[in-house]
């Protein structure tokens, strides 16, 4: 499977087997046609969906592997030997305290399902899922309605938890109340006394039984879709190459990944998941109602994207009715008004500029006078070179304040100092907007 990673895209000029052509449209059209068959009795649930941590990234929820950004960058405070030592079984038998720290950030409730976990839902409902497979442990498809038993968890979840010795069931109340009081549960057999953890795959476990159970179904699928992962951990990776070569393997991500793009039907959505999702709903006729279902996981928070999309239709079907030269005609009127309404920004911007600097001089002066009245003397104006002592800390934190890109990042090796306010070149920002450097009209 490993092989599938570093396979060729196909050549534009190979023919396609099941779709019309490599396109999000023609994806849509087979959804549409797969919900059509399910309508007329046929056993319509043959799609498959393969999903990562992509898909929640714009829940808020981290990214494990991400370096930068990621869950492991934010481990440092828990005093780790090293970042995955939080899901390493043998770690936790002898500290399962950092682990329930990080669990409490985690924990189901917290997060609201993005519009593509939506998305898998409303397969669901259109009776076409046969089943998701995901990496995630997040659980925000169960949020967003997707049943359990259409999901394989293969890296587990927060959905159950249990004695790491003795297996039994441990109840979610206990569990809950164990994250939110920060106490390590126990098994309820006190006999057995082990440690309880939710079941999530940890670093040294086997995967849960039932990925293993469902592993062969994306040979029956008549679709695939693969969502937000890189496909790089194994054996879920090797998933999408077990579909039949007829089965088209639709990728929404970032990045072209596992080999998909390879063969005649693979079709490539590269870009942010929501986004490649609302493309793919769009596709199927199916929008409306994937926005009007998502905005059930958060009412409050969804309904103007709702007025967003209706207001669209609405406007797409008054332009239906137009004469080519109406058209015409208002769109000249258009691009009029979009000249007018940019130039107005540019003077309005202009204006804000140039009071952002006036306050921002006044401030300086201010504080510069302020800082010699108290901090003393020479050392303390903010703007001269070499500032010492006493005065140090003092003016470093002014700066700070007053100019917030310089965190405790720019350390003293490289310590920037505002330098004194130029009237003529649009007070030494320079650096901020450089386009105030350039035009000396300013
Ligand atoms: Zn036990």
């Given at each position: 499977m490993g092989q599938e990673n570093s396979l060729p895209l196909v050549d534009e000029d190979t023919p396609t087997?099941?779709?019309?052509?490599?396109s999000v449209e023609a994806v849509g059209r087979m959804l549409k046609a797969l919900e059509k068959r399910g309508e007329e009795?046929?056993?319509?649930?043959?799609v498959v969906v393969m999903t990562g941590a992509g898909i929640s990234t714009s829940a808020g929820i981290p990214d494990?592997?991400?370096?930068?950004?990621?869950?492991y960058a934010n481990l440092a405070r828990l005093n780790l030997?090293?970042?995955?030592a939080v899901f390493d079984i043998a770690y936790f038998r002898n500290n399962p305290l950092p682990f329930y720290t990080l669990a409490q950030e985690l924990y189901p409730g917290k997060y609201r399902p993005t519009i593509t976990h939506s998305f898998i839902r409303l397969l669901h409902d259109k009776g076409i899922l046969l089943k998701l497979f995901t990496q995630?442990?997040?659980c925000l498809e169960r949020e967003a309605g997707?049943?359990?038993?259409?999901?394989?968890?293969a890296h587990g979840s927060f959905a159950r938890q249990s004695c790491i010795e003795c297996k039994t069931a441990y109840p979610e109340q206990g569990m809950k109340d164990a994250i939110r009081e920060k106490r390590v549960p126990r098994c309820v057999d006190k006999a057995c006394n082990g440690l309880v953890k939710p079941e999530i795959v940890f670093f040294g476990e086997q995967l849960p039984a039932e990925f293993f159970a469902n592993r062969d179904l994306p040979t029956q699928a008549h679709l695939c879709i693969v969502m937000?992962?890189?496909?790089?951990?194994q054996p879920f990776a090797g998933?999408?190459?077990?579909?039949?070569?007829e089965t088209p393997r639709v990728l929404l991500n970032m990045e072209q990944v596992?080999?998909?793009?390879?063969?005649?039907d693979d079709v490539l959505v590269l870009g942010d998941c929501d986004a490649g999702v609302r493309k793919l709903a769009e596709a199927a006729g199916w929008l409306e109602e994937l926005e009007a279902l998502w905005a059930r996981t958060a009412p409050e928070k969804a309904a103007w994207r709702l007025e967003e999309v209706r207001r669209a239709k609405e406007e797409e079907e008054r332009k239906s009715n137009m004469t080519a030269d109406e058209l015409m005609e208002e769109e000249v009127a258009k691009m009029g008004r979009e000249v007018e309404e940019t130039l107005r920004l540019e003077k309005e911007q202009h204006k804000w500029l140039e009071e952002h600097y006036a306050g921002k001089r006044a401030a300086m002066r201010e504080q510069n006078s302020w800082l010699e009245e108290?901090?003393?003397?020479?050392?303390?104006?903010?703007?001269?070179?070499g500032t010492e002592n006493a005065a140090e800390d003092g003016a470093a934190a002014v700066r700070r304040d007053s100019h917030?890109?310089?965190?405790?990042?720019?350390?003293?090796?490289?310590e920037k100092v505002m330098r004194p306010v130029d009237e003529d070149s649009g007070g030494g920002l320079g650096h901020v907007f450089p386009f105030l450097a350039k035009r000396s009209s300013l």
């Amino acid at each position: 499977m490993g092989q599938e990673n570093s396979l060729p895209l196909v050549d534009e000029d190979t023919p396609t087997q099941t779709l019309e052509n490599r396109s999000v449209e023609a994806v849509g059209r087979m959804l549409k046609a797969l919900e059509k068959r399910g309508e007329e009795g046929e056993r319509g649930e043959r799609v498959v969906v393969m999903t990562g941590a992509g898909i929640s990234t714009s829940a808020g929820i981290p990214d494990f592997r991400s370096p930068t950004t990621g869950l492991y960058a934010n481990l440092a405070r828990l005093n780790l030997p090293y970042a995955e030592a939080v899901f390493d079984i043998a770690y936790f038998r002898n500290n399962p305290l950092p682990f329930y720290t990080l669990a409490q950030e985690l924990y189901p409730g917290k997060y609201r399902p993005t519009i593509t976990h939506s998305f898998i839902r409303l397969l669901h409902d259109k009776g076409i899922l046969l089943k998701l497979f995901t990496q995630n442990i997040d659980c925000l498809e169960r949020e967003a309605g997707v049943p359990g038993d259409k999901i394989v968890e293969a890296h587990g979840s927060f959905a159950r938890q249990s004695c790491i010795e003795c297996k039994t069931a441990y109840p979610e109340q206990g569990m809950k109340d164990a994250i939110r009081e920060k106490r390590v549960p126990r098994c309820v057999d006190k006999a057995c006394n082990g440690l309880v953890k939710p079941e999530i795959v940890f670093f040294g476990e086997q995967l849960p039984a039932e990925f293993f159970a469902n592993r062969d179904l994306p040979t029956q699928a008549h679709l695939c879709i693969v969502m937000g992962t890189s496909l790089s951990v194994q054996p879920f990776a090797g998933l999408p190459a077990l579909c039949r070569e007829e089965t088209p393997r639709v990728l929404l991500n970032m990045e072209q990944v596992g080999g998909i793009g390879s063969r005649p039907d693979d079709v490539l959505v590269l870009g942010d998941c929501d986004a490649g999702v609302r493309k793919l709903a769009e596709a199927a006729g199916w929008l409306e109602e994937l926005e009007a279902l998502w905005a059930r996981t958060a009412p409050e928070k969804a309904a103007w994207r709702l007025e967003e999309v209706r207001r669209a239709k609405e406007e797409e079907e008054r332009k239906s009715n137009m004469t080519a030269d109406e058209l015409m005609e208002e769109e000249v009127a258009k691009m009029g008004r979009e000249v007018e309404e940019t130039l107005r920004l540019e003077k309005e911007q202009h204006k804000w500029l140039e009071e952002h600097y006036a306050g921002k001089r006044a401030a300086m002066r201010e504080q510069n006078s302020w800082l010699e009245e108290h901090v003393g003397g020479k050392a303390a104006m903010i703007g001269t070179e070499g500032t010492e002592n006493a005065a140090e800390d003092g003016a470093a934190a002014v700066r700070r304040d007053s100019h917030p890109e310089f965190t405790e990042d720019s350390g003293p090796s490289d310590e920037k100092v505002m330098r004194p306010v130029d009237e003529d070149s649009g007070g030494g920002l320079g650096h901020v907007f450089p386009f105030l450097a350039k035009r000396s009209s300013l």
